[in-house]
């Protein structure tokens, strides 16, 4: 069999991977960063609920305060509604930053066991496998 027919079948076989296998091997590098993931799941939860919040505010603006014509008290209401925005809009932020910051550094990581794992080869190894392929599955693999 030729060479390019074997890289090609490589290729094929090595894109049959199952995604929860994938994910299953990944859950390793996410647990020294648990002190950060947790925290950014917790804000998930909490923007979901102050989500939830923003159309009951709406409602009971309409329902008591504006269908009714009492004007006492919308003021607050709307005070409460842009308040709950702004939580939403820095807890946005929070779980962003946390969640970014996480992927960096295991990627950091990922790329840090694949250089060592390639200092350890052997030559015969860069022989069989154009080096330039080698840098194209790191960068494009890890990045992905």
């Given at each position: 069999?030729?060479?390019a027919v074997?890289?090609?079948?490589?290729e094929?076989?090595?894109?049959?991977?199952?995604?929860?296998?994938?994910?299953?091997?990944?859950l390793?590098y996410?647990r020294?960063?648990?002190?950060m993931?947790?925290?950014?799941l917790?804000?998930?939860?909490?923007?979901?609920?102050?989500?939830?919040?923003q159309?009951?505010?709406?409602?009971?603006?309409?329902?008591?305060?504006?269908?009714?014509?009492?004007t006492d008290?919308?003021?607050?209401?709307?005070g409460l509604?842009?308040?709950?925005?702004?939580l939403?809009f820095?807890?946005?932020?929070?779980?962003?930053?946390?969640?970014n910051t996480v992927g960096?550094?295991?990627m950091f990581?990922?790329?840090?066991e694949?250089?060592?794992?390639?200092?350890h080869q052997e030559?015969a190894?860069?022989?069989?496998?154009?080096?330039?392929?080698?840098?194209?599955?790191?960068t494009?693999?890890?990045?992905s």
């Amino acid at each position: 069999m030729s060479t390019a027919v074997k890289q090609f079948h490589e290729e094929e076989a090595i894109g049959k991977t199952y995604d929860f296998q994938i994910a299953r091997r990944l859950l390793r590098y996410l647990r020294p960063y648990l002190r950060m993931l947790i925290p950014a799941l917790i804000l998930t939860l909490v923007l979901n609920l102050l989500g939830v919040l923003q159309p009951k505010f709406t409602q009971y603006a309409i329902d008591w305060h504006i269908l009714p014509r009492k004007t006492d008290g919308l003021m607050l209401l709307v005070g409460l509604f842009f308040g709950v925005q702004f939580l939403r809009f820095v807890f946005s932020y929070l779980q962003a930053v946390l969640l970014n910051t996480v992927g960096q550094y295991v990627m950091f990581d990922i790329r840090r066991e694949l250089y060592d794992k390639l200092q350890h080869q052997e030559v015969a190894y860069y022989d069989r496998n154009p080096v330039g392929r080698i840098m194209t599955r790191l960068t494009n693999d890890v990045d992905s």
